[in-house]
C-alpha cells in the first residue's frame, strides 16, 4: 500500500483512497518537494493533511504553492474554490490513510537507513518510548522520537511526525534511529480509526515493536477489552519480521501471535529470549545487570517500563554496557511519577486511565510512613465522556483505604474548551463515590484543591496528584502555594 511511486499525484489518490478536483497534476512547478506538513508551515511543493479544509484554507495553500491538499472534510466552498482555482485538492474518507502514507514516505525519503523502533499498548508507552530515545542518544546516536510530556505527538492523525522527521534531517542530518510512540487505539470526532496501530506500524516497518500492555482507555472509541485487544492484535502481522517485545504478566499481550517475540516480566523467567525482574535485579541470560538501587525510579510499573525498553535494546544488538549506561542516567518525563517536593512529599503522575490509577496510589502507599496519611487529589477528566470517568472513579474506589483522603478537581481555572469538565463526568464522579461510601472534598479550581490539600498535609504525610489535562498545571502552581 504504501510503496506506490507518489510523484505522480495519481499514485497519492489511490493511495489515500481518495477522489481528486479541481487539477489532475502537483500545482507547484516543482511538483511534489517530498515534504507533509500543516498549512501555516507549508512552502512552495509541499503537500499539506488537514482533518478538515474550507474555501480560505484553498486559497491559502494557492498562494503558498502547495502541491496539493488532502482532507477528511472539504467545508464552505472548498470543492468550489479548488475549481475556480485550477488547484489538487484530495478527498479521502479516512484521513489515517494519508497521515500512514505520508510517514512510509517521509521515512523513505528522510530516513531510508534508520534503524525503526515502534512503541504502542495501553500505559507506559511515553516512558518506553522515551528511555529508548535516552539510552540511544545517550550512546552517541542521531535519534528522534516523536514522545514529548505531555503526549501531545503519538497519535499520528496528523502529519506532525512526518514533519518533525523531514525538518530533523533536513537541519541536522540523517538519523540513525527512528523511536516512534503509537496510541493504541485512535479516533477523530468520536469515530474508530480501525487498526490505527497496525496501520501506522506497518507504514513505519520497524525492526522491533513494543507492547507495553493491553487495558482499558479512549471509552467511547471502543467500549470492551476485546475491542481494545483487537486494535493491538494486528500490529505484530503488521510489522513483518520484526521482533516483538512483549510483557509476559500481561494474559492478553501473551495470546498475541509474534513470529519473534522477546519477553520482560516482573518474575522469573526461563526463556532465553528474555529480560525480567527478580530479587531487586534485572536479568538477562543468567546474569544480573542492573540492580534496582541503580535503577531512576522503583514502582512495579515503572520497572516494567524499563524491562520494555532494556528489551528493545538488546533486540538492536546494543551493548548491555551501553544499555546499562543508558538506563543509570535517565531522567524521566515530566510528570511520570516526578517528585515536586520532600516536606511533604508530592508527587505528580500522569494517570489518566483506570490501570494507571491503581498502579500509582498502589506504589505511592508503599512510600507512606505509618500512622501518616495520603493525600490523593485527582483532576476529573474532562470532555472524555462519562464512560472513561467512571472507570476511573471505579479505580479510586477500588484503591481507597483509611490511610487515604480523596479531593477532585474540575480545574476550571486552568483548562481549555477542550478539556472542560461537563456536568454529567463530575456526577458519574459524585455519584460512584456516594454509593461507596467514599468521603471527598471537591473543587471546581485545581489552585484552590491544591492550597488545601498542601494546607492539610503533615511534613511527613504524601501528596499525590493525578490526572491528565487537568492536572497538568499542578507543579507550576504549586510554586507560588509552597
Known amino acids: 500500500m504504501f510503496a506506490r511511486d507518489i510523484t505522480k499525484i495519481e499514485n497519492l489518490v489511490k493511495s489515500v483512497d481518495g477522489r481528486l478536483v479541481g487539477n489532475d497534476e502537483y500545482f507547484s512547478i516543482d511538483g511534489f518537494t517530498g515534504r507533509f506538513t500543516f498549512l501555516n508551515d507549508a512552502h512552495t511543493g509541499d503537500i499539506v493533511i488537514r482533518h478538515w479544509i474550507n474555501g480560505k484554507g484553498i486559497e491559502?495553500?494557492?498562494?503558498?504553492?502547495?502541491?496539493?491538499?488532502?482532507?477528511?472534510?472539504?467545508?464552505?466552498?472548498?470543492?468550489?474554490?479548488?475549481?475556480?482555482?485550477?488547484?489538487?485538492?484530495?478527498?479521502?474518507?479516512?484521513?489515517?490513510?494519508?497521515?500512514?502514507?505520508?510517514?512510509?514516505?517521509?521515512?523513505?525519503?528522510?530516513?531510508?537507513?534508520?534503524?525503526?523502533?515502534?512503541?504502542?499498548?495501553?500505559?507506559?508507552?511515553?516512558?518506553?518510548?522515551?528511555?529508548?530515545?535516552?539510552?540511544?542518544?545517550?550512546?552517541?546516536?542521531?535519534?528522534?522520537?516523536?514522545?514529548?510530556?505531555?503526549?501531545?505527538?503519538?497519535?499520528?492523525?496528523?502529519?506532525?511526525?512526518?514533519?518533525?522527521?523531514?525538518?530533523?534531517?533536513?537541519?541536522?542530518?540523517?538519523?540513525?534511529?527512528?523511536?516512534?510512540?503509537?496510541?493504541?487505539?485512535?479516533?477523530?470526532?468520536?469515530?474508530?480509526?480501525?487498526?490505527?496501530?497496525?496501520?501506522?506500524?506497518?507504514?513505519?516497518?520497524?525492526?522491533?515493536?513494543?507492547?507495553?500492555?493491553i487495558a482499558m482507555d479512549h471509552i467511547g472509541l471502543v467500549n470492551s477489552i476485546e475491542e481494545v485487544y483487537d486494535e493491538i492484535s494486528a500490529v505484530p502481522e503488521a510489522i513483518g519480521n520484526g521482533t516483538c517485545v512483549l510483557n509476559h504478566d500481561d494474559e492478553l499481550v501473551m495470546k498475541l501471535d509474534a513470529k519473534h517475540p522477546f519477553y520482560t516480566s516482573m518474575s522469573k523467567l526461563d526463556e532465553k529470549n528474555a529480560v525480567y525482574f527478580d530479587d531487586g535485579k534485572i536479568i538477562y541470560n543468567g546474569e544480573a545487570i542492573l540492580t534496582s538501587e541503580e535503577l531512576p525510579f522503583t514502582g512495579s510499573h515503572f520497572i516494567q517500563n524499563i524491562l520494555s525498553a532494556v528489551g528493545a535494546c538488546l533486540s538492536l544488538g546494543l551493548q548491555i554496557k551501553t544499555i546499562v549506561d543508558g538506563v543509570k542516567t535517565y531522567k524521566a518525563l515530566n510528570r511520570r511519577f516526578a517528585k515536586l517536593n520532600d516536606e511533604p512529599l508530592i508527587y505528580d503522575d500522569f494517570a489518566h486511565n483506570p490501570d494507571g490509577i491503581k498502579a500509582t496510589i498502589s506504589e505511592t502507599l508503599k512510600l507512606l510512613p505509618e500512622n501518616q496519611k495520603l493525600y490523593v487529589a485527582c483532576a476529573i477528566r474532562g470532555s472524555r465522556g462519562v464512560e472513561i470517568n467512571q472507570l476511573n472513579v471505579e479505580a479510586l474506589v477500588e484503591s481507597m483505604n483509611d490511610d487515604i483522603e480523596l479531593f477532585l478537581s474540575s480545574s476550571k481555572d486552568v483548562v481549555n474548551d477542550l478539556n472542560f469538565v461537563e456536568d454529567e463526568e463530575r456526577e458519574v464522579f459524585f455519584n460512584t463515590l456516594d454509593e461507596n461510601n467514599v468521603e471527598y472534598t471537591h473543587f471546581d479550581n485545581l489552585e484552590d484543591c491544591l492550597r488545601e490539600v498542601y494546607k492539610k498535609a503533615d511534613k511527613k504525610d504524601i501528596i499525590l496528584l493525578l490526572g491528565a489535562q487537568g492536572m497538568d498545571p499542578a507543579e507550576s502552581l504549586l510554586k507560588n502555594i509552597l
Open 60 to 213: 491559502m495553500a494557492f498562494d503558498k504553492n502547495v502541491a496539493c491538499v488532502i482532507t477528511q472534510t472539504p467545508k464552505d466552498c472548498a470543492v468550489e474554490m479548488a475549481e475556480k482555482l485550477s488547484f489538487p485538492l484530495i478527498i479521502t474518507d479516512k484521513i489515517e490513510l494519508a497521515n500512514a502514507v505520508a510517514l512510509s514516505n517521509t521515512v523513505d525519503k528522510y530516513s531510508p537507513f534508520s534503524t525503526d523502533i515502534v512503541i504502542t499498548g495501553t500505559n507506559g508507552k511515553s516512558t518506553t518510548s522515551h528511555l529508548i530515545y535516552h539510552i540511544l542518544n545517550n550512546a552517541g546516536y542521531h535519534v528522534l522520537t516523536n514522545t514529548d510530556s505531555e503526549s501531545e505527538f503519538n497519535t499520528l492523525i496528523d502529519p506532525m511526525v512526518s514533519k518533525l522527521i523531514s525538518d530533523e534531517v533536513t537541519a541536522n542530518g540523517e538519523l540513525d534511529y527512528l523511536v516512534i510512540e503509537v496510541s493504541e487505539v485512535q479516533g477523530w470526532l468520536g469515530h474508530l480509526m480501525k487498526n490505527h496501530a497496525a496501520l501506522m506500524s506497518e507504514a513505519i516497518r520497524p525492526e522491533v515493536a513494543v507492547i507495553t500492555n
